[in-house]
């Protein structure tokens, strides 16, 4: 489990990024907003759950947690002074899922981080089948929506039904052969290959952050497409 830690005081943030790594978590410190920022924006993906201090030098773990939930449902705790903890509703209000009164017992934190994993572990086991999750793409079946970070992607028919394939066949290549021959009738009308390249293209221009390298849509050389691990 892969955590990112965001604390101004480096004592602090030394002693608690040693004491994560002796629970056997994997942990990235960042001491300010800026640095934070930037690494959440290149690794939201590759971060299981997030440690923001609430009084930060250049800003404040509230802007840190916004910029989380925007991107998706993962666990946030704040870490607090004493005289911060009557804000932190706030922080509980825009989605953060617990917070600790420093200074606190190390073993504490521990199990507040447990208790959350926890939490989200029954989340996902519950989450209804006709939502399907890729990367920070969302799809409802039920609603025949896409959304990407929380914002609707407006698909054409064809394009919905294209990638409502890969995502119901997730980390399993599927050629041209395959593809084309579960879509060519949706609209009524013949698809040949060519036209699947055009969909490919305008769907990888839709949902992916850098068309050009995708990293949801991937081309599998020689074999054709996979969406997933």
């Not at 009557?86 to 200074?103: E, R």
């Not at 199990?111 to 989340?123: D, P």
């Not at 040949?192 to 221009?205: A, G, Q």
Request: glycine letters at 6%; aromatic letters at 8%; charged letters at 30%.
């Amino acid at each position: 489990m892969r955590i990112l830690l965001v604390e101004d005081d480096k004592t602090i943030a030394s002693g608690l990024d040693y004491s994560l790594k002796q629970d056997e978590y994997e942990t990235i410190v960042c001491h300010n907003v800026e640095d934070a920022r930037k690494f959440i924006g290149e690794n939201w993906n590759g971060i299981d759950l997030f440690l923001f201090d609430l009084s930060l030098p250049d800003g404040t773990g509230y802007e840190l947690c916004e910029l989380v939930k925007k991107q998706g449902d993962k666990p946030v705790i704040f870490l607090t002074a004493l005289d911060d903890e009557v804000n932190v509703v706030m922080g509980l209000d825009m989605g953060a899922d617990d917070y600790i009164t420093k200074p606190f017992r190390i073993r504490e934190l521990l199990s507040r981080i447990k208790s959350v994993f926890r939490r989200y572990n029954v989340q996902a086991a519950t989450q209804p089948r006709n939502v399907i999750d890729i990367e920070d793409i969302r799809i409802n079946t039920l609603e025949g929506k896409v959304y990407k970070k929380g914002e609707e992607v407006l698909l054409t028919a064809l394009e919905y039904r294209l990638f409502l394939i890969f995502a119901n066949h997730i980390g399993q290549v599927l050629t041209r052969t395959q593809l084309l021959d579960r879509i060519w009738d949706v609209a009524g009308d013949f698809v040949n290959d060519n036209t699947l390249t055009v969909y490919i293209k305008r769907l990888r221009e839709k949902l992916e952050d850098e068309p050009q390298s995708p990293k949801i849509i991937k081309t599998v050389r020689g074999m054709g497409y996979k969406v997933g691990d």
